[in-house]
Nanobody, 125 residues
C-alpha cells in the first residue's frame, strides 16, 4: 500500500505563487508506482491532469494550461513530489490531488492506483 499526503494549498491573489508538496509513504519504490501526477478538480468539473513525473528518469509532462507556469519536481530520497505554481490565475482554483501509479500514459487519470486526500487552492483577489 501507498499513502499520499498533500500540503501547501491556500488562498493566493492572481499572479501569486504557491508550492504544493506530496509526501509518499509505504511501498513507493515498487514498479506499480513509477509515476507521480498532480491532478485538480474544480467545482462541477471533472478531475483533470496538471503535471506528471517519472520517479527514475525524472521526465516531466504538463497540461497545456499550466505549461510555463507550473513546475513539478521530485526528491527520491524523501519520497516527495512538489508542484511549484507561479503566475496563478483564478481558473487555477481547484482541489489539487497527487497520485501514484503505473499509467500507460502519464496523463491518464484512471490508471493511477493511489490518491491523496487533496488540498484546496483558491486564486482570488
Amino acid at each position: 500500500q501507498v499513502q499520499l499526503v498533500e500540503s501547501g494549498g491556500g488562498l493566493v491573489q492572481p499572479g501569486g505563487s504557491l508550492r504544493l508538496s506530496c509526501a509518499g509513504s509505504g511501498r513507493t519504490d515498487s514498479s506499480a508506482t513509477y509515476a507521480m501526477g498532480w491532478f485538480r478538480q474544480a467545482p462541477g468539473k471533472e478531475r483533470e491532469f496538471v503535471a506528471g513525473i517519472r520517479w527514475s528518469a525524472g521526465t516531466t509532462h504538463y497540461a497545456d494550461s499550466v505549461k510555463g507556469r507550473f513546475t513539478i519536481s521530485r526528491d527520491n530520497a524523501k519520497n516527495t513530489v512538489d508542484l511549484q505554481m507561479n503566475s496563478l490565475k483564478p481558473e487555477d482554483t481547484a482541489v489539487y490531488y497527487c497520485a501514484a501509479g503505473a499509467p500507460s500514459l502519464i496523463r491518464r487519470r484512471n490508471e493511477y492506483s493511489y490518491w491523496g486526500q487533496g488540498t484546496q487552492v483558491t486564486v482570488s483577489s
